[in-house]
């Protein structure tokens, strides 16, 4: 979905950059400034900053005089806006909003969740006004629009950053929109069968007399409880590895506990390696 | 729920500030740095004026040396680590893992997601880690995680600046705790009801047809497609009585037609007021 981002006289060079980064990590490249307060703030030097390495948005980001320009070809409006009003588009959540407006029935989880604004059909383009920093949105640019988006705050402090604001609608729109996958950083771990799970467990038991912590005359429910455990923790195969090399161990030193061993002697297969 | 945000190594003072604006956004004030960059970072210029009113969560912090004294008290670890590691914690999207980690059945849209990390029962408390902006997270901080949290971001631009990464965390978490609601900027408008709007409908057929628009011998499907679009608008008693005045001066301006006036005459009963 085509989808453009509009910064309305924005004073501070940081917020562009920031919101150039914003955009890009979550895909966006589309962005207009109407009137900002300074005409060369895309090439400033805190905006570059800010943008670190979002270069290409502030590239093809484009200057404008009026709200009009910047939302020619764009269907669906949305305004962000805190202050309240007389009067404007009806003010909804950011992420009920979208669900509503892509045709997803959204989880409301609240019970006094508002009710979705109405959307005939599926727009092919959004586009997302920010007003300036320090004064918001102007009423007239509001009327314009479909929907006055809120992000949820705390109602004691409810002051975002632009471009943290900027961040959470596009975060929320990418991830309505399908969202993009999330790479494992680690290799998923297979599972250990339960057939190996017993057979460790086996093991531990036999070792954990050995070493005299288990008393088989008078078990109580320790092995049942250290069954417990390993299935919350849903062993891999290395691990059950791993912990057959301790109980291999504990038994090994059993063995030359039983030999009485000089003091200080060095318990022979100790665990390395892992 | 306990909330602990942990920021590790940070270099950039404006960074520090942005992280407590951003949990105070979100309602979260408990925030410990360890080792910062500037031992006096909680009062740095830089921080207080990111900070933007956040100044309680600043006079809170804490800095400490190590991640064990941050986490005291924590029962819960994330990390937030986007680069690939031999092994670590599994990762997950953080609204996922946050569903997971409440009991809550999570919407996961997309057949592709990850299994959810096996959670026994609820934490009473979660502390979110934060690396430094150019390094990350270290190995040995990562492997001490439950779970490592990746923000879904474009694959080909993942380079979330760190206060965006703490206002989504934030963000995402506390939408998981239930939320803040919204609180509308303007009344909730209320609903015409089917017969005022049936009869509006009716007064403009008639100004139609009065002003040569609607032939009542061939009226086409005009009327239904009025009812649809002020269907689909959602129309309130105020607008009704508007349309109702629109379709009164049409009326107005036959009979005056009718009368043939002089050329350049002001139509009687224009609109106004509204």
């Known amino acids: 979905m085509r989808t ?7 004073s501070h060079a940081g917020n562009v950059g920031a919101t150039a980064r914003a955009m890009k990590t979550m895909g966006f490249d589309d962005l207009v400034l109407v009137a900002p307060r300074w005409a060369n703030v895309l090439n400033r030097e805190e905006t570059i900053q800010r943008a670190s390495g979002a270069l290409d948005v502030l590239k093809n980001a484009r200057i404008v005089e009026t709200l009009d320009e910047a939302v020619e070809g764009m269907a669906h409006l949305c305004a962000t806006a805190m202050t309240p009003r007389d009067f404007g588009p009806p003010t909804r959540a950011p992420r009920e909003h979208f669900a509503t407006l892509l045709g997803q029935t959204a989880a409301l989880s609240k019970e006094e969740r508002l009710a979705p604004v109405p959307v005939a059909q599926k727009p092919d383009s959004v586009a997302f006004l920010f007003g300036s920093e320090r004064f918001g ?12 988006l809120s992000i949820p705050t705390d109602p004691k402090f409810g002051s ?10 596009a975060y929320d729109w990418r991830q ?3 969202g993009f996958s999330v790479q494992p950083a680690t290799a998923e771990p297979t599972l250990a069968d339960a057939a190996a799970v017993a057979g460790m467990l086996k093991h531990w038991e036999e070792a954990l007399t050995g070493i005299g912590f288990l ?5 109580k429910k320790l092995m049942p409880r250290l069954n417990q455990l390993f299935n919350r923790a849903q062993l891999s195969p290395e691990e059950i590895h791993i912990l057959r090399g301790v109980a291999k161990a504990m038994l090994q030193n059993t063995a030359i506990a039983d030999q009485t061993p000089p003091k200080g002697s060095r318990p022979a297969g100790s665990a390395g390696g892992h």
């Open 4 to 10: 453009r981002f509009v910064l309305i006289n924005t």
């Open 137 to 148: 949105m102007q009423n007239e640019d509001v009327y314009r629009c479909h929907v006055a």
């Open 160 to 169: 975002l950053n632009l471009g943290a604001a900027v961040q959470l609608i």
């Open 176 to 178: 309505a929109l399908g």
């Open 215 to 219: 008393d088989p005359a008078s078990p």
